[in-house]
């Protein structure tokens, strides 16, 4: 038997041991499942994100689920757990207004020691699962994060916006094309603007952003 059938064995070996239809897409654990593969208390938790008020610097900004419940169980275990099974369950959610035109598709860049440590982007994920369905171009180099950040959770909108201003750099190859962000999670869209702000500075026609979860002020974020 050689690798790849030793391979295919094993592979055959878990999908007996955990069929992939009956554990829930979000939560893993075996249940009865809907059309969605989700089972009830995580179909339960999920709700979608209301529409988000654009900061003036993007063109626009959509949000799949709003971050509570099995939704921010689902993006914590995705970036702290190494589960990265979710992030084409959450590219599955975002979908785009059809009067976004992209060129490109740009996940929100870590700084690269902080993607030394975790071993991955969960928003470069995110992108690659987007563009495996949608046929859109991922092209990470149009933006580079140039400051290591501190972790944004602690902080109120302001020192957020002051956290991230001027800490990526764009690529003046972006100048002209209409750039989508990609991000697993937004709160004040201090992120995104910085990243919009950096883009359009290097000529960027438009920035839009999509992201797989929304912490919507004012919303329950248990
Ligand atoms: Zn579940």
Request: overall charge positive; some cysteine; hydrophobic content about 45%.
């Amino acid at each position: 038997m050689n690798a790849s059938q030793l391979r295919a064995l094993f592979h055959r070996l878990l999908d007996a041991i955990y069929p992939p239809d009956v554990a829930c897409a979000l939560c893993g654990r075996e249940a009865v499942l809907d059309a969605d593969h989700l089972c009830a208390a995580c179909r339960a938790s999920l709700s979608p994100s209301p529409a988000l008020i654009c900061p003036p610097v993007l063109d626009g900004v959509f949000a799949a689920y709003r971050y509570h419940g099995s939704a921010r169980e689902g993006i914590q275990s995705l970036k702290y757990k190494n589960q990265v099974r979710l992030a084409p369950f959450f590219a599955s959610a975002i979908t785009l207004p059809e009067l976004w035109k992209i060129d490109r598709v740009v996940p929100v860049p870590l700084h690269p020691l902080k993607q030394w440590l975790r071993s991955y982007n969960q928003s470069d994920l995110i992108a690659q699962a987007f563009c495996a369905r949608t046929g859109l171009v991922q092209q990470n180099d149009l933006l580079r994060r140039t400051r290591f950040t501190k972790s944004q959770t602690t902080l109120d909108e302001f020192e957020r916006t002051v956290n991230v201003s001027r800490a990526f750099h764009a690529s003046p190859a972006s100048k002209g094309l209409s750039v989508l962000l990609i991000d697993d999670v937004t709160t004040t869209h201090s992120t995104l603007s910085a990243c919009a702000v950096a883009l359009k500075a290097a000529g960027a026609a438009h920035v839009y952003a999509a992201c797989a979860t929304a912490a919507v002020r004012g919303a329950r974020q248990e």
